[in-house]
């Protein structure tokens, strides 16, 4: 009998075709949303499945990995993975697999893009425009801020806040400095950037504060009123890391008050939803969740997620298993 794989919502053609081809029977939701819990417990109990892919909006408890006695692979199309019951997969002797390194570099770009589009007021500008009411050039219209010679803070130094301090540091001549539970002094070497021993530091200090922590109890809400109180009044807050890593409602009130200038968000705390007055806010650009959706990084992540099944399938150790 052919190894079964579940796909939870359709991926880039590029991994479920790398699957078929070496024999695996792929089934794939017909359904282009997130499955409510019981929809997807019906689809699980359909076959004796042996692998799982799921997405990052697929939250994958005890109850589901109960429907799924046989599968021995859960891969998930996403670098996190707070989504899955990790420790519950684990007493069923299930791997789980994650797509690492790949996006560091694609979401470091949208990182970059943010901070300018939200210091340059591009989205503000674009507006203006295509509004009809733009009264010809003046000197005092949308004035923004110069970046260069200016300070980022990076709080979490993994691969992708790495990649924006190389960038910033290096392709923009910004200053940078840092918070991290565990120091790389290989980095402060190699740009010159500072670490700092506690992430208020950082806020005090930075002009730009970009966010790239994982979603732990212990990164839920770390930027609160109070922290954001902390921030120069002159600064502005990028995440594309978890939402719930911002306190949503604290954020709306810091940018209407002046707290902070701005703010450039991808991810949100109760995504799809938006905290009440959010998108009311001019001072403040907000993407759907799409740092890395480029094409390029989408069909490696999906290729990714074939070579994790595909070698559970074929009794091999998968080559990325989260954690």
Do not use: C
């Amino acid at each position: 009998m052919a190894f079964s794989v579940y796909v939870t919502r359709a991926i880039p053609e590029a991994g479920i075709e790398a699957m078929r081809k070496v024999g695996l029977d792929v089934d794939v939701s017909p359904h282009d949303r997130v499955l409510t819990k019981k929809e997807l417990l019906r689809e699980l109990k359909k076959k004796p499945y042996d692998a799982l892919v799921s997405l990052l909006t697929d939250t994958i408890d005890a109850d589901i990995l109960d429907a799924i006695p046989n599968v021995k692979i859960i891969a998930n199309y996403a670098v996190g993975f707070n989504n899955i019951a990790i420790d519950e997969a684990k007493k069923r002797k299930i791997v789980v697999t994650n797509t690492p390194d790949v996006l560091s570099h694609t979401v470091a770009e949208h990182t970059m893009a943010l901070i300018f589009s939200i210091a340059h007021r591009i989205v503000e500008g674009d507006r203006l425009m295509r509004s009809g009411t733009f009264p010809g050039w003046e000197p005092m219209m949308l004035l923004g801020t110069d970046l260069h010679q200016k300070t980022i803070g990076v709080l979490g130094l993994g691969r992708i806040g790495s990649r924006v301090l190389y960038q910033a540091m290096r392709g923009f001549d910004m200053k940078g400095i840092y918070y991290d539970i565990k120091r790389n002094e290989e980095i402060e070497k190699e740009l010159g950037v500072i670490f700092k021993a506690t992430p208020e530091e950082v806020l005090r200090e930075a002009d730009v504060v970009s966010l790239h922590v994982p979603l732990l109890p212990s990164t839920k809400h770390l930027i609160n009123s109070e922290r954001l109180s902390m921030m120069k009044p002159s600064a502005y807050l990028v995440n594309t890391s978890r939402g719930p890593v911002i306190d949503e409602k604290a954020l709306v009130r810091a940018l209407k008050d002046g707290v902070i200038k701005g703010a450039a968000l991808d991810v949100f705390e109760e995504e799809p939803k938006l905290a009440p007055g959010l998108a009311r806010l001019s001072n403040v650009i907000l993407t759907p969740h799409i740092a890395s959706a480029t094409e390029e990084t989408r069909n490696r992540m999906a290729e990714m997620v074939a070579e994790n099944v595909i070698a559970i399938s074929q009794g091999k150790m998968a080559p990325n298993i989260a954690q």
